[in-house]
């Protein structure tokens, strides 16, 4: 059994940093493959980035060169750092993990989740 609890988010201005946590219990978290995912009101859940359990990293193209997503498996958390945030990144942010170590796109294969944290970036 794998435990997610984000934090780290917050209201914030366009242009604006934030940095969002992911903590997870047990000792296996270097094993497992991690995932943010974002959802928005009215919106499905969709994907933010990935990073597996080599540190291999993937983003979806709306984040790319503003947000980045890292690990500390000696502190068994996960990071995503988000710059330069735009009104249309407002949403509910989960982190997510997966019973194995190579990344996935579909939340269908993330096994584990976490309760989320709100961002909202005002204009």
């Known amino acids: 059994q794998v435990q997610l609890v984000e934090s780290g988010g917050g209201l914030v201005q366009a242009g604006g940093s934030l940095r969002l946590s992911c903590a997870a219990s047990?000792?296996?978290?270097?094993?497992?493959?991690m995932g943010w995912y974002r959802q928005a009101p009215g919106k499905e859940r969709e994907l933010v980035a990935t990073i597996s359990s080599g540190g291999s990293t993937y983003y979806v193209d709306s984040v790319k060169g503003r947000f980045t997503i890292s690990r500390d498996n000696a502190k068994s958390t996960l990071y995503l750092q988000m710059n330069s945030l735009k009104p249309e990144d407002t949403a509910v942010y989960y982190c997510?993990?997966?019973?194995?170590?190579?990344?996935?796109?579909?939340?269908?294969?993330?096994?584990?989740w976490g309760q989320g944290t709100q961002v909202t970036v005002s204009s």
């Open positions: 047990g000792r296996t978290f270097g094993s497992y493959a």
């Open positions: 997510a993990a997966r019973l194995y170590g190579s990344s996935a796109y579909s939340p269908n294969e993330y096994y584990y």
